[in-house]
């Protein structure tokens, strides 16, 4: 079983920059894959970024967002640079226990309770 719990969201404006964190319990971290997820308002939830050594990334963050983790500490990071006012929504930290990367909602067995990012024009 494994606990989520995310940090970091806020009110922005566009241009800005803002670090999700995503803290997992556990001992056996480092044997998932991370992702993080989002959904605005009235939309359907969609991949962001996800990692297991190295990241892979949604098209429309790509360049901008740097996914990465420390197993020490337990904890995923999203840098999220050079917001846009169409990355507000709610972003949520999921893991897999397995050492592949995915961008399917459904391969995530654990997820955190999402933090707000709201970028404002």
């Known amino acids: 079983q494994v606990q989520l719990v995310e940090s970091g969201g806020g009110l922005v404006q566009a241009g800005d920059s803002l670090r999700l964190s995503c803290a997992a319990s556990?001992?056996?971290?480092?044997?998932?894959?991370m992702g993080w997820f989002r959904q605005a308002p009235g939309k359907e939830r969609e991949f962001v970024a996800a990692?297991?050594?190295?990241?892979v990334y949604a098209d429309s963050v790509k360049g901008r967002f740097t996914i990465s983790r420390d197993n020490a500490k337990n904890t995923v990071y999203l840098q999220m640079n050079s917001l846009k006012p169409e990355d507000t929504a709610v972003y949520y930290c999921?893991?897999?226990?397995?050492?592949?990367?995915?961008?399917?909602?459904?391969?995530?067995?654990?997820w955190g309770q999402g933090t707000q990012v709201t970028v404002s024009s």
């Open positions: 999921a893991a897999r226990r397995t050492l592949s990367v995915s961008a399917t909602m459904s391969s995530y067995s654990y």
């Open positions: 556990g001992r056996t971290f480092s044997s998932y894959a």
């Open positions: 990692i297991t050594w190295s990241g």
